[in-house]
């Protein structure tokens, strides 16, 4: 049920004045009270959702009801109408009859569609293999104190929006927040428009500006547009305050601006309200941090059953654990490889798709060259050329063993100090994983994916 914030507000007013008549207080009064008997810091919070500013938290909405009714400000006909303004539906079963009736006690609410509204469609039935960091999450998430920003880091592909969809569903579920507001950085060119802004309105680069400009819009603050960085900021500010929301920022590091920039504004302004980000760029920023890493086989197998039965391929959802294996070893975990190679199996053997997936003659028009494009290319492009060429030289080694510093230096002759630099930036983007032994055993490992990347000619196509 769509909100209706002008009749919630013409509603909200009317019993404001109906208590004020009954009482002989003032405005100022009565919505003190009312706050104070919500738990707020007195009326601040009733003025605001008087000019239409609906309150997205559950428990707010009855609390609130519950008051006016007390103080004679609804009549028990007008109950429905407010919660129907608000957005909500409001039912009880009832066990002997199996019918559904309405009722002020022991309610069942429904989140408002405009909690979601703005949150990217999952393209997965369940969730596989991420527990634990959905667990972890979640229970950061609840504490009551200090900053609360969760960076999701890992190459592309590896499931950082899966997961961060699962934890926001979870999170509006268990009543962690009520609403959500979701932005994915995009590097937009002069005519771009961006994927957040309204009726035109057009945003020339994923800054913290923009982003305030984008949490404005999905929040219905209409003037948000016309104010200055600061006035954005406490607007917003003035928002949060008043609401329990999560705000997800999706593909970081296609941002003009850094994200370690981006993260030290946000702890600076928005202090103890919740963020998802996520990013190909290792978060090394002092926030809750998850690196995503493949699946681990027995998640693989899972997942390949999964997509094949959602594409309805029956062969592959069928597929015993050992005839998946040699391409889940190809694959590495990947959960985007993996739909890949499902949707490639509903018409080729698996053996050609597993020689596509290596392959190092591809052309511009190959689903898998569109593929590594997707989940690397970017990554390559960034680095610099001693780094380019030392991810080259990693390739060579053994997949399984890995390699340590002095072994690479042997090989590629490089200056110890570029060297580093070249392994701390391939670490920073992802293209590099670490094994740490001891202190003084540090291997160097590549994902089995990018490794057909590097050799291939693929690296090559624009």
């Excluded at 290596?358 to 680095?383: C, H, P, T």
Aim: net charge negative; aromatic share 8%; proline share 3%.
């Amino acid at each position: 049920m769509l909100p209706k914030p002008n009749l919630f507000a013409q509603l909200l007013t009317e019993a404001i004045y109906k208590i004020k008549l009954a009482n002989s207080s003032s405005i100022g009064i009565v919505q003190d009270e009312l706050g104070y008997a919500l738990g707020r810091n007195g009326g601040r919070a009733i003025e605001y959702w008087r000019q239409g500013n609906i309150p997205n938290k559950i428990d707010d909405i009855h609390l609130l009801v519950k008051e006016l009714n007390q103080r004679g400000g609804l009549e028990t006909l007008q109950n429905d109408q407010f919660f129907k303004a608000a957005g909500f539906v409001i039912e009880q079963s009832d066990e002997v009859s199996g019918q559904k009736e309405k009722t002020n006690q022991d309610d069942v609410f429904s989140l408002p569609a405009s909690s979601l509204k703005y949150v990217p469609q999952n393209n997965f039935h369940q969730l596989v293999g991420r527990q634990i960091e959905l667990d972890q999450v979640l229970k950061y998430f609840a504490r009551d104190r200090g900053n609360k920003i969760v960076g999701i880091d890992g190459m592309g592909g590896i499931g950082k929006t899966a997961l961060s969809l699962e934890i926001v569903n979870q999170c509006l579920v268990q009543g962690l927040f009520s609403q959500s507001v979701w932005l994915t950085a995009n590097r937009l060119s002069k005519d771009s428009v961006s994927p957040f802004s309204a009726e035109g309105e057009s945003v020339q680069a994923f800054n913290f500006e923009a982003i305030l400009q984008g949490i404005g819009l999905q929040l219905g603050i209409i003037e948000i547009g016309k104010l200055d960085l600061a006035g954005k900021i406490e607007r917003i500010k003035d928002v949060f305050e008043l609401n329990s929301i999560v705000v997800i920022l999706d593909n970081l590091e296609t941002a003009e601006e850094p994200q370690t920039s981006l993260i030290a504004k946000l702890k600076t302004h928005f202090v103890g309200q919740c963020f998802i980000l996520t990013s190909r760029l290792r978060f090394t920023d002092d926030i809750y941090h998850i690196h995503l890493e493949g699946l681990q086989k027995e998640e693989s197998f899972k997942f390949f059953r999964q997509d094949a039965l959602e594409k309805g391929i029956q062969h592959v959802a069928t597929a015993k654990d050992n005839e998946l294996e040699s391409a889940v070893e190809v694959i590495g975990g990947s959960p985007l490889a993996i739909k890949l190679v499902v949707s490639q199996l509903d018409r080729l053997p698996l053996e050609q798709v597993i020689q596509d997936l290596k392959l190092s003659q591809v052309d511009l028009g190959n689903e898998y060259a569109r593929f590594y494009k997707f989940i690397l290319q970017r990554s390559w492009q960034m680095q610099s050329l001693p780094s380019q060429e030392l991810l080259v030289a990693l390739a060579c080694f053994d997949e399984a063993e890995g390699s340590n510093f002095d072994a690479i230096q042997y090989v590629t002759n490089s200056p110890v100090p570029q060297l580093a630099s070249s392994i701390d930036s391939l670490w920073q983007a992802s293209l590099v994983e670490v094994g740490k032994n001891s202190l003084h055993d540090i291997r160097y490992y590549l994902h089995p994916l990018t490794t057909f990347f590097v050799l291939s000619d693929i690296v090559g196509l624009s």
